[in-house]
C-alpha cells in the first residue's frame, strides 16, 4: 500500500461553480464567489466584515498595514511557524520578537509573551499550530493591558475554536489561508477578518486589498470613477478560485468530521505506544479547544530517531513529514541575532515533530497500515 502525505479533496461541486464563474463574464475579478465566500465566512466566523485575499501571507501582510506598522515596531509571535508570519513584519521594517511555545499545543501563551512586553512593542501575533492554537482568552487579558493589536495568524485555523469562539476571531484581524495543503483550498488563496465594527478600519482595508483605490465604493455604486487614495497592493483572488473555495467551505462540516475520525483513530490506537521506545508524544488536544484537525504529529526522542523514523516508513511506501524548521535558528534568524539557545522548547520539537499522513479522504485502513507500520518499527 502507497500512502501519501497528503491528498487533495474535491467535492465535485468544484468545476459547476467554476463553470459558472466563466459564464459571469461580466466580473472575473472580485465578482460573484468572492461575495459568496466572504458572506460564508462573515456567517460563519461572525464578525463584521471578511475580505478575501490572494493567500494567507497577503493576509498578513494587509494586516501589517492596517495596524500602520512603523520602522522599529516589536511584534510578538512564535518561532514555530511559517516564514510568512515573521516576513510580513520584516518587510514593514518591524522588529519579529519570538517566544517559545507551549509544549502541550505548540503553540505560544501569554506568560511568555508577557516576558517579552517593552515600550516598542505594537502587536502580538498568535499562530494557531494545527488548527489547534493558542489560548485567546488570557492573551487578549495581556494586548488590553498593554493596549496592543492582536493579528491572529490561523491560516490552518479555519473552522476551529476555542471556548467556543472561532480562531481567527479573538484579536483585531484573523488572517486565514486556503492554500492547497489546508483544509479547505483554493489552491492559492487567503482572506482576513475584521473582527470590530469599526468602519474606518475595515474602509481602509477594502482600499488597501485593491491598490489603494476607492474601487469597492465603485463597485457599490457609491462613486462614479475611483481613484488613488491611500496605500496598497494587489490583493483580490480571481473569482475562479473563489468558485473553488466556495465549493469546499460549503463542505467544511463534513471535511471536519472526515479529519477527526482519522485523528481520534491515530489518537486512540497510538496511545500505548506512547513513552515505549522512542515515541515521546502526540497530537494533544486540550479542553476548552475544537480542532479543525489540520495535521496530526508525533514527537520522537531525538532527531535521529525522527529522520530513521521517516527512512523506515519510506520503504514501506508511507510519507511522513518535518514541519517547521524553527525561524530563530534559519540563517535570517541568526541575521536578527538570535541563537538555537534562545527558545530551548521550539529547538527540541522543531528537530523531533513528525507529521504522519492525514487527508480528508483517508480510509480507517489506511490509517491503520500506518499504524501497524508504527508498531513494527518503534517496537511496540
Ligand atoms: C502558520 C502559517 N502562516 C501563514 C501561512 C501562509 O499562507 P499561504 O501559503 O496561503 O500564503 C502558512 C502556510 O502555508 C502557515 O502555515
Known amino acids: 500500500m502507497k ?48 475580505l478575501t485575499t490572494t493567500s494567507g501571507t497577503h493576509s498578513l501582510e494587509l494586516a501589517m498595514l492596517l495596524i500602520d506598522i512603523k520602522p522599529g515596531d516589536e511584534i510578538i509571535l512564535p518561532s514555530f511557524t511559517f516564514t510568512s508570519t515573521a516576513n510580513a513584519i520584516l518587510l514593514f521594517k518591524g522588529r519579529p520578537i519570538f517566544v517559545d511555545i507551549n509544549p502541550a499545543t505548540l503553540s505560544i501563551e501569554s506568560k511568555e509573551i ?41 491560516a490552518q485555523a479555519v473552522g476551529a475554536k476555542y471556548l467556543d469562539k472561532p ?18 483550498i483554493s489552491g492559492e488563496g487567503g482572506a482576513i477578518s475584521i473582527n ?18 476607492n474601487r469597492n465604493k465603485f463597485l457599490k455604486g457609491e462613486i462614479d470613477k475611483y481613484s ?22 460549503a463542505a467544511m462540516d463534513e471535511i471536519i468530521l472526515k479529519r477527526e475520525i482519522i485523528v481520534n483513530h491515530y489518537i486512540k490506537r497510538l496511545q500505548p505506544l506512547i513513552g515505549r521506545g522512542s515515541l515521546i508524544s502526540m497530537t494533544n488536544i486540550p479542553e476548552g479547544f475544537k480542532s479543525n484537525y489540520h495535521n496530526f504529529y508525533i514527537v520522537l ?29 534559519s540563517p535570517m534568524g541568526r541575521i536578527l ?44
Open 337 to 380: 541575532g538570535y541563537s538555537p539557545s534562545d527558545l530551548p522548547i521550539t529547538e527540541q520539537i522543531g528537530a523531533t515533530l513528525l507529521r504522519l499522513p492525514l487527508y480528508t479522504d483517508m480510509t480507517i485502513e489506511e490509517c491503520d497500515f500506518v499504524i501497524e507500520k508504527l508498531y513494527d518499527i518503534l517496537g511496540g
Open 3 to 50: 500512502i501519501p502525505f497528503n491528498k487533495i479533496f474535491f467535492t465535485g461541486k468544484e468545476i459547476i461553480y467554476i463553470s459558472e464563474a466563466i459564464k459571469m463574464t461580466s466580473v472575473i475579478g472580485d465578482g460573484y464567489f468572492n461575495n459568496k465566500v466572504a458572506d460564508f465566512l462573515e456567517n460563519r466566523l461572525e464578525v463584521p466584515k471578511v
Open 196 to 213: 470590530n465594527n469599526n468602519p474606518q478600519l475595515i474602509e481602509r482595508a477594502e482600499i488597501i486589498r485593491q491598490k489603494g483605490t
Open 114 to 154: 508577557e516576558k517579552k512586553i517593552s515600550e516598542k512593542t505594537k502587536a502580538i501575533m498568535p499562530v494557531h499550530y494545527g488548527g489547534i492554537g493558542c489560548e485567546m482568552d488570557s492573551i487578549m487579558e495581556l494586548a488590553h493591558k498593554h493596549n496592543l493589536f492582536v493579528i491572529e495568524d490561523a
Open 167 to 184: 480562531l481567527g476571531t479573538w484579536g483585531h484581524i484573523g488572517c486565514y489561508s486556503f492554500h492547497g495543503t489546508k483544509n479547505f
Open 228 to 249: 488613488w487614495v491611500d496605500i496598497g497592493s494587489s490583493y483580490v483572488p480571481s473569482d475562479i478560485l473563489m468558485a473553488v473555495l466556495y465549493a469546499q467551505l
Open 301 to 329: 526522542r531525538d532527531e535521529q530517531s525522527r529522520d530513521n523514523l521517516i527512512n523506515q516508513l519510506k520503504i514501506h511506501g508511507i510519507q511522513s513529514y518535518i514541519h517547521y524548521l524553527p525561524l530563530h535558528s
